[in-house]
């Protein structure tokens, strides 16, 4: 067993939002990023064919372990205003797909903001560990419009939260 305690509370992942506990080498976590969907041409699917491309992450959870992941999610989907169902979605290459929040229909292959489940893993690799990526969902898109609506909540939210902590 090469996990010990120390290194679990120094984790470079921070804490399961779910248990606490420090994250090990395995880490499920949920973000929101900004992707491009392209096409090559010698596959037979469509869905084969895609390559995505990412910009912009921002980590909104992370998780120690499959089973945190399965009681926690409920809850961040929730507070980011998103329905509870997409937790095991899996988005195709579109290349159009309905926005998660509205419906409305978002090209994929044009940057859009995309909501992703990943797995990564710490593995040794030449004597240094490294991040690698094991798997990578997308499980819904947002349009235009619901993210903007969605950075003013957060702008307000924050601005709100600072006053607080300069009044006390
Ligand atoms: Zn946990
Ligand atoms: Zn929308």
């Not at 990023?33 to 910009?55: E, I, M, R």
């Not at 961040?76 to 169902?85: I, K, Y």
Request: aromatic share 6%; glycine share 8%; proline share 4%.
């Amino acid at each position: 067993m090469s996990i010990n305690g120390d290194a679990l509370t120094h984790s470079p992942w921070g804490h399961c939002v779910h248990c606490g506990n420090g994250i090990g080498k395995t880490q499920f976590a949920m973000a929101r990023q900004s992707n491009v969907v392209s096409f090559g041409k010698s596959s037979k699917s469509p869905d084969d064919q895609a390559y995505l491309t990412h910009h912009a992450r921002s980590v909104r959870a992370r998780f120690c372990s499959n089973e945190c992941w399965e009681k926690g999610m409920g809850a961040v989907l929730e507070a980011e205003g998103l329905p509870a169902s997409i937790a095991d979605k899996r988005v195709l290459a579109g290349p159009i797909h309905p926005c998660v929040k509205c419906g409305t229909p978002v090209n994929l292959m044009k940057t859009h903001l995309a909501w992703v489940r990943y797995k990564y893993e710490m593995r040794t690799k030449g004597g240094a560990e490294v991040e690698h990526l094991d798997w990578l969902d997308v499980m819904g898109v947002e349009c235009k419009p619901c993210n903007l609506a969605a950075s003013l909540r957060e702008k307000r939210h924050r601005r709100r939260a600072t006053r607080a902590v300069s009044s006390t």
